[in-house]
Each structure stands twice: as C-alpha cells, then as structure tokens.
C-alpha cells in the first residue's frame, strides 16, 4: 500500500525571508527535487536571480553559498506563479501576514489577505492532488480558512474527469533571523501538523533527508498552529521579564549582565533568551502575541489577554524609557544636537527592520529636535526612510525639527556629535576605536549602549560619559 505521495516539484509562494532560505535548504538536501520559488514581486524575484550574490534581497549568513550551489539546478526564483502551481505536488505558503490595520480585529488580528488570494491561485491553477503547506505565521485555525477556499473550487471542477484534491498541513517555521541557515539545517524540532496521514508522512520524507526523525513531530493541525504562537509568546516575555529587571538593575545598583547569568544557571530556567535589550522587535513576536490576544479576545479570556498584553506593554515602555534617558542625560534638550544611532536593524546579522526598536526610539528623538545620522552596515538608506516615513520629517506637527541622514563612517558621523546610540547588537561595535571618537565629539560626550556590547572601559578611558543599560544608575 502506498504511504506517501511521491514529491518531485514543491512550489513556494511567497520569495521573503521564510521562503528564500527555507528553499534553499530544501533543495541543496533534496537534490532529486525541483523547487520552484514564486512571487508576484518582480523586483524581489529579479534580486535573487542576480548573478552578484552580494544583491539577495535576503542578507543570512550561509545563504549565498547555498544559492550558489543549487539555482538553476533545482532551485528556481520566478515570477510565473500559474505553471509553478500547475506542476507542484506540494506547495508552501509562505506569503506576508502582517497586523491588520483597519477593520475588525485591527491592531490584533492577522491581516489574512495574502493567504487567501495564494489559496485561491492555488486552488485555480493547481492539477491533480496537491499537499498545501502553511508556512506563514497564522491565527489559530487558519487551514480552515484555505480548506474552504480549495473546496469551493474543487467542487466547481468535478465534472472534469481527474478532480483537484487537496491536503493541507501546518508546517511553522521556527527559523530565526540572522542563523536562519543553521537553525533549518539543524533544527530543535520541525513541526507537522495535520489531519491526511499520507500528505504528514509525505512532508516529513522530505525533512528525513538532513534531520533524524526523532525531531519530526506530528501533531494534530490545531496544536501545531497555536504551538508556533506559544513558542513566539514564550520567547518574546522572557525578553519583556528580563527588561523589566533592567530597570531595577539600574535603580539599585545591581548589574543586569550578572543577575541574567546567574538565573541562567539554573537549568530549569536556561540561558537563553536573557539578554536585555531595547525591547524585541522583528516580523514576528509582537504580531503573534496580538494573535494570540484577539483569540483570547474572541473566545472571552479576558484575563488571559490582558496578561499577555502586559508583555507588549513592557516592550514599548522599554523603547520610551531608553529614549528618555537619552533626553535626560543630554540635558533636557535634543535641539540642534547630533546623536549618531549605531543600528537599525531588529537584531544582528539582518537586513531586515520590521518592528525594530530603533523606529520608535528614532521617532521620539527626532520628535526632540535631534539631528541623527543613522549607521547600520546592511540596512540600506531606502529602507530606513520607508520606516521614519521621510514625508512626516518635514511636517512640524510630526518631529518639529528633527532631521536625520544616513551615514556611511561611524568615525566621520561622529564629528561635532554629542552622543553615540548603539541599538543592534553589529560585531563591529565592539571594536570600536573609542580615543578616535571621543576626540572628535563635543563634550560632555555620551555612549548609550542599549546591548552591552562595546568596550565601556575604553570608551570611559578615551573621555566619554558612558550609560549602559541595566547597570548604570539613570
Ligand atoms: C523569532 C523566533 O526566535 C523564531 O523562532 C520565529 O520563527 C520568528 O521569530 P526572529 O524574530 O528572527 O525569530 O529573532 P529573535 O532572535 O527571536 O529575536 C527577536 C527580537 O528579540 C530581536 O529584536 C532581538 O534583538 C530580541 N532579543 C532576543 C533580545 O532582546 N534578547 C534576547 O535575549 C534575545
Ligand atoms: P516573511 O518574513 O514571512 O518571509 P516577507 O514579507 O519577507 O515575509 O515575504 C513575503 C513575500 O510574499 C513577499 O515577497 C510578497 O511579495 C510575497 N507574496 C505576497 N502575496 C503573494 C501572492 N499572492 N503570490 C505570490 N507572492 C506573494
């Protein structure tokens, strides 16, 4: 008897930082396999077809390589989503669910537009029996959503002799920005779920090719999809916990880095995760706690809603209160002075800024009157102006005079500046030239370290006021 559906073409709808490296993945351990990565977004596509691999619109370490090694062998980037759909026996979805902004649910619910349109291109262009494959992060329930869609149209084909049929499974992506290339080659676990034993089984083969099957789970649809919340929620309060006790590092003296440590130490606690900061940020940890609110929300646990809000809350205090900080020790004032932000992006080693921090502490700044030059050494200019919103800049109302440039030298940014802002933890902050620097600030001259990674006793030794968080007194 046949246990699974033999795969030789997957389909990935969606080319972003989910679907280009978990692709890659697939198809540099499955080389018997075509992959074919599809998006409506011409400009995205035409980057990862660049022959220079410095232009990938995705920056991860180890992903260059891997593109090397497997495009236009059986890995494919194109922008022809019906024959990718048509020739696929298995097709991920991997498109954007951001917040919704408008309407019912807006600020909590996932704006599910995206999914809907790709199960519908799915179930219009797709031949025979297809495994569809919820990668995206979605509410609680959402395979509902795509069966309804695939059914309404197999129903409308069966009077053609060989009807569509389809299987959908929960396959969450667990990969972090950053180590997505290790995190997919050697995952803790990869989780499945669903209801078509066959179509599980088919997935999993798929993943038997690098991972030891002790690490495959299988669980029902449901489970699998509100575990990928829960694992995002879990992570996301240890950082609002740990950001908390921060703030009293400072008010008593103690020191964040070695309370962290020696919590950590406790295995039943782990020493992951403990790293204070400016607060979390990126595509997923603030959308999926809103998630798992507006189900809450739905399902009437007030209670348990509120008590996760509590770890959206702690996370925008934290951003407002460095921000004030920041005010404070220079006085008061803003106006007119030069602050260099050293980071832009959510965390190191990406590219990407949605949700970072540095947004919303740059907006409180530039609202002060600051003059920024923003220095982050994969974030491009483009990028930083659609998120402060360049038109707002000039709008009185919005940052009175506030203004910021992009800068392309720390050391040439730091002239006549009176403060430098480290936000992302880049490694080549920590070796920064301190006696460089500080000679060309105008004093007293400020570092505010929101990651603890620069040598503050260099810096103090070079002349410099140094605040680093969660142990320096505010
Ligand atoms: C997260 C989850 O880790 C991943 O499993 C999921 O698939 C997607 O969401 P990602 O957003 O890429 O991954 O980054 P992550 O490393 O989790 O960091 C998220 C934010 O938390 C960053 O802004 C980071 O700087 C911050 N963080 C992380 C801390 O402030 N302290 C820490 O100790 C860890
Ligand atoms: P993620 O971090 O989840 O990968 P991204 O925003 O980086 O999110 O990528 C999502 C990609 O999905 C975008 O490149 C977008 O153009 C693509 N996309 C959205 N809707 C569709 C669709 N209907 N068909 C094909 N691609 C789509």
Redesign the pocket.
């Known amino acids: 008897m046949k246990k699974f559906y033999p795969i030789k073409k997957i389909c990935c709808?969606?080319?972003?930082?989910?679907?280009?490296p978990t692709m890659s993945v697939i198809a540099n351990n499955c080389p018997n396999i075509d992959v074919y990565v599809?998006?409506?977004?011409v400009d995205?596509i035409a980057s990862w077809n660049k022959k220079d691999l410095e232009q990938l619109?995705?920056y991860e370490p180890g992903l260059k390589n891997l593109i090397k090694k497997s495009r236009d062998l059986n890995l494919f980037f194109t922008t022809n989503?019906a024959d990718s759909i048509k020739q696929a026996d298995m097709i991920f979805l991997?498109?954007?669910?951001?917040t919704k902004i408008k309407g019912i649910g807006a600020g909590k619910a996932s704006d599910l537009k995206?999914?809907e349109?790709?199960a519908r291109?799915i179930a219009k262009y797709a031949e025979g029996h297809t495994i569809v494959v919820e990668?995206?992060?979605i509410p609680v329930r959402t395979a509902d959503t795509i069966n309804q869609i695939l059914l309404a149209y197999r129903e409308k084909d069966e009077a053609i002799s060989s009807p569509k049929t389809f299987s959908v499974l929960s396959n969450p992506?667990f990969l972090s920005?950053g180590t997505a290339i290790n995190d997919l080659q050697n995952p803790d676990r990869v989780l499945i779920g669903g209801h078509d034993e066959m179509a599980i089984e088919s997935l999993a083969f798929i993943y038997r090719h690098w991972i030891d099957k002790s690490k495959i789970l299988k669980t029902n649809l449901w489970s699998s999809e509100l575990s990928k919340l829960t694992a995002n929620a879990f992570l996301a309060q240890r950082i609002s916990s740990i950001n908390s006790i921060a703030a009293i590092c400072e008010v008593t003296s103690a020191n964040i880095n070695e309370v962290a440590n020696a919590i950590g130490m406790d295995s039943r606690i782990g020493n992951k995760f403990l790293k204070s900061g400016p607060g979390f940020g990126g595509?997923?940890f603030t959308k999926d706690i809103l998630n798992l609110i507006y189900l809450c929300d739905f399902y009437g646990l007030e209670k348990v809603a509120e008590y996760w809000e509590q770890v959206l809350k702690i996370n925008i205090w934290t951003r407002d209160r460095i921000s004030r900080i920041i005010i404070e020790k220079l006085f008061g004032t803003l106006s007119g002075k030069k602050l260099v932000v050293l980071g832009f992006s959510f965390k190191a080693n990406t590219n990407?800024t949605?949700d970072s921090s540095a947004i919303q502490i740059c907006k409180n700044l530039l609202e002060e009157g600051a003059k920024l030059e923003i220095y982050d050494p994969k974030v491009k200019k483009e990028q930083i102006e659609n998120e402060l919103n360049e038109k707002n800049l000039n709008s009185q109302e919005n940052f009175r005079d506030g203004t910021w440039e992009y800068s392309e030298s720390i050391y040439q940014s730091a002239i006549n500046s009176d403060a430098l802002i480290i936000l992302t933890e880049w490694e080549e902050f920590e070796n920064i030239n301190w006696q460089k620097i500080s000679a060309n600030m105008r004093k007293p001259a400020w570092l505010f370290d929101t990651r603890n990674v620069a040598n503050h006793d260099l810096a103090k030794s070079s002349g410099l006021l140094v605040w680093q968080l969660g142990r320096d007194l505010i």
């Not at 709808?13 to 280009?20: S, W």
């Not at 599809?38 to 977004?41: H, Q």
């Not at 991997?94 to 951001?98: Q, R």
């Open positions: 709808i969606g080319a972003g930082y989910v679907g280009g599809a998006d409506i977004d995205r619109p995705v989503i991997s498109v954007n669910t951001p995206w999914v349109e790709s291109q990668k995206s992060t992506e920005e595509s997923c990407d949605r």
